[in-house]
């Protein structure tokens, strides 16, 4: 590998010696080579050889001449201009696209930030104003402390129902609170009134009008109250009654897990209704925007492609 | 002097040409063009493709003749001239050609062609010419195109190794480096060619080992 290298270094100096290229130092140190060297004095003379054969190849006579005329520079003008212009409008359209493409997925990244921002901004806020509302939560808390070993089955259902639970807004847990009212009154009947029923019971029963679905309970003697007052009220019912009806309190046990189902499932209903109208809009804007960069994407391919065909045919 | 006067001429043609003087740009193309020819004719080694690399050249030369910052207007043509010579390669690689033999009316082959005929030179020497051209073609196109120009300016059309560097857009040290190599790979062709080498030559060599 070594001796490779050496070869080739030497070829090189010997090549720029013949042709003059090497400083005086290098030349002279060369000559001290070659006095000794017989083989480097060998491979000179090849060297040499070659490089005059090739200063003596025959020159080539043209066949024609190739001088310009005034139509071959105007024709050839003309084209080129073409070709500019193909290529400027290809490469502009190019740009916009990417401009047009960088920004939409910057605005649309933006713009889902700002609608999650706004969507959590909202539910603080509800958080903030109902305040006296988590109260509730914490009576349905104590509940499912009770019995937690009574019906295994039901607290392992509700465990990943809980949790979401009570992150969630305030607003929903005093929805939720309502709803505990007419499924106390369905205990009565003997009912176990489903997540559906327990939503339709509590709209029904703030609107001050009789639950269809209690079965053979009776109607809900109190006239309706304002959302925090019946939540604390009705919480105190299920357990006052699960001291004496170990049944009645399991029922409660399962009201409240209606309850928190409710609220999970409240929850999103609400986010979607807020980030609705900004998704309405970039939705509306879509179709242009995607007309927009289609012509752009057309035009670059067109005259790219055209440019190209240009270039190619102008001699 | 004479040299002197030669380059201003050419600098004052180049000034005419810049203003859109077409004769003047003509007048330079007949000075270069038989320069420009031969370098085409052996980096590509076919008369056609070099004719038109040629005045593709030519053409672009007088378009591009605001891009010439003063220096060499051969080593700014020549380079122009090769970059066309690249294209026309790149061009034939996508399309390769079968390159046509010249051939007279009764459909044989010329053996010696009327752009390679010299009206001052026995049918001999002519023969001997056109044999030494043709062996020396066949070397240089086994070449690799880089190193094809390099030997074509330099050993062939006699250029120094700056001015080589100027006209190929290539470093210094890589046109000595490519020069040494492509001189040594044509040393083995042209000895495979021996015999067919004219008789001069290998006296010459004998000599010049003497």
Same mark, same amino acid.
């Given at each position: 590998m070594k001796n490779d290298k050496l070869h080739t270094i030497e070829i090189e100096t010997? #090549?720029?010696?013949?042709?003059?290229?090497?400083?005086?130092?290098?030349?002279?140190?060369?000559?001290?080579?070659?006095?000794?060297?017989?083989?480097?004095?060998?491979?000179?003379?090849?060297?040499?050889?070659?490089?005059?054969?090739?200063?003596?190849?025959?020159?080539?006579?043209?066949?024609?001449?190739?001088?310009?005329?005034?139509? *071959?520079?105007?024709?050839?003008?003309?084209?080129?201009?073409?070709?500019?212009?193909?290529?400027?409008?290809?490469?502009?359209? #190019?740009?916009?696209?990417?401009?047009?493409?960088?920004?939409?997925?910057?605005?649309?990244? #933006?713009?889902?930030?700002?609608?999650?921002?706004?969507?959590?901004?909202?539910?603080?806020?509800? #958080?903030?104003?109902?305040?006296?509302?988590? *109260?509730?939560?914490?009576?349905?808390?104590?509940?499912?402390?009770?019995?937690?070993?009574?019906?295994?089955?039901?607290?392992?259902e509700s465990a990943p129902v809980e949790e979401p639970a009570a992150d969630e807004p305030a607003d929903d847990v005093a929805g939720d609170t309502a709803e505990s009212t007419p499924t106390v009154s369905g205990i009565g009947g003997?009912?176990?009134?489903?997540?559906?029923?327990?939503?339709?019971?509590?709209?029904?029963?703030?609107? +001050?009008?009789?639950?269809? +679905?209690?079965? +053979?309970?009776?109607?809900?003697?109190?006239?309706?109250?304002?959302?925090?007052?019946?939540?604390?009220?009705?919480?105190?019912m299920p357990s006052q009654k699960a001291t004496g009806e170990i049944g009645q309190a399991e029922d409660g046990m399962a009201e409240d897990m209606t309850m928190a189902d409710d609220s999970a499932e409240t929850a999103p209903v609400e986010k979607f209704d807020e980030t609705g109208p900004t998704e309405e809009g970039s939705r509306e804007s879509i179709p242009w925007i995607r007309w927009i960069q289609g012509g752009l994407l057309v035009l670059a391919i067109c005259f790219g492609a055209a440019a190209i065909y240009f270039r190619r045919t102008v001699r | 002097m004479q040299h002197k006067q030669s380059q201003f001429d050419e600098l004052k043609m180049v000034e005419y040409a810049l203003e859109g003087d077409l004769d003047a740009f003509n007048r330079l193309v007949?000075?270069?063009?038989?320069?420009?020819?031969?370098?085409? !004719?052996?980096?590509?080694g076919e008369r056609t493709a070099a004719e038109d690399a040629v005045q593709d050249a030519f053409i672009s030369a007088f378009r591009k003749l605001k891009s010439f910052r003063g220096g060499s207007f051969k080593a700014w043509l020549l380079r122009i001239v090769t970059n066309a010579c690249y294209d026309e390669l790149r061009r034939q690689k996508r399309r390769p050609l079968v390159p046509l033999q010249p051939t007279d009316s009764e459909d044989d082959e010329i053996e010696s062609p009327s752009w390679l005929e010299d009206p001052g030179e026995t049918p001999e020497e002519t023969a001997l010419r056109?044999?030494?051209?043709?062996?020396?073609?066949?070397?240089?196109?086994?070449?690799?195109?880089? !190193?094809?120009?390099?030997?074509?300016?330099?050993?062939?059309?006699?250029?120094?190794?700056?001015?080589?560097?100027?006209?190929?857009?290539?470093?210094?040290?890589?046109?000595?480096?490519?020069?040494?190599?492509?001189?040594?790979?044509?040393?083995?062709?042209?000895?495979? !060619?021996?015999?067919?080498?004219?008789?001069? !030559?290998?006296?010459?060599?004998?000599?010049?080992?003497?």
């Open positions: 010997l #090549s720029a010696y013949l042709d003059h290229e090497l400083s005086e130092r290098e030349e002279t140190q060369l000559r001290d080579r070659l006095a000794h060297d017989a083989e480097l004095r060998e491979k000179l003379e090849d060297l040499r050889l070659t490089r005059y054969t090739l200063r003596h190849t025959p020159k080539v006579k043209r066949s024609r001449s190739f001088t310009l005329s005034p139509e *071959m520079v105007r024709k050839q003008t003309v084209a080129w201009r073409a070709i500019n212009i193909s290529r400027l409008v290809s490469v502009a359209a #190019s740009v916009l696209f990417s401009f047009m493409i960088i920004g939409e997925i910057l605005f649309s990244g #933006s713009g889902g930030l700002l609608a999650a921002n706004t969507a959590e901004d909202s539910v603080m806020e509800d #958080s903030s104003e109902e305040v006296g509302i988590p *109260m509730s939560m914490q009576a349905a808390d104590e509940n499912l402390m009770e019995e937690p070993a009574e019906e295994p089955m039901i607290a392992a003997g009912i176990e009134p489903t997540a559906t029923q327990s939503l339709e019971v509590a709209e029904s029963e703030l609107e +001050g009008t009789p639950e269809p +679905g209690a079965g +053979g309970g009776a109607p809900p003697t109190e006239p309706p109250l304002p959302a925090e007052a019946t939540g604390v009220e009705e919480r105190t | 007949m000075e270069y063009q038989d320069l420009a020819y031969n370098v085409a !004719f052996r980096v590509l056109e044999e030494l051209s043709q062996a020396i073609q066949n070397c240089l196109n086994s070449l690799d195109n880089d !190193f094809r120009i390099v030997v074509v300016l330099v050993d062939i059309q006699g250029m120094d190794y700056a001015e080589a560097a100027e006209t190929a857009n290539t470093p210094l040290g890589t046109i000595k480096s490519r020069l040494a190599r492509a001189r040594m790979r044509l040393q083995d062709c042209l000895r495979g !060619f021996g015999e067919l080498l004219p008789e001069i !030559f290998r006296l010459e060599g004998e000599r010049i080992s003497q």
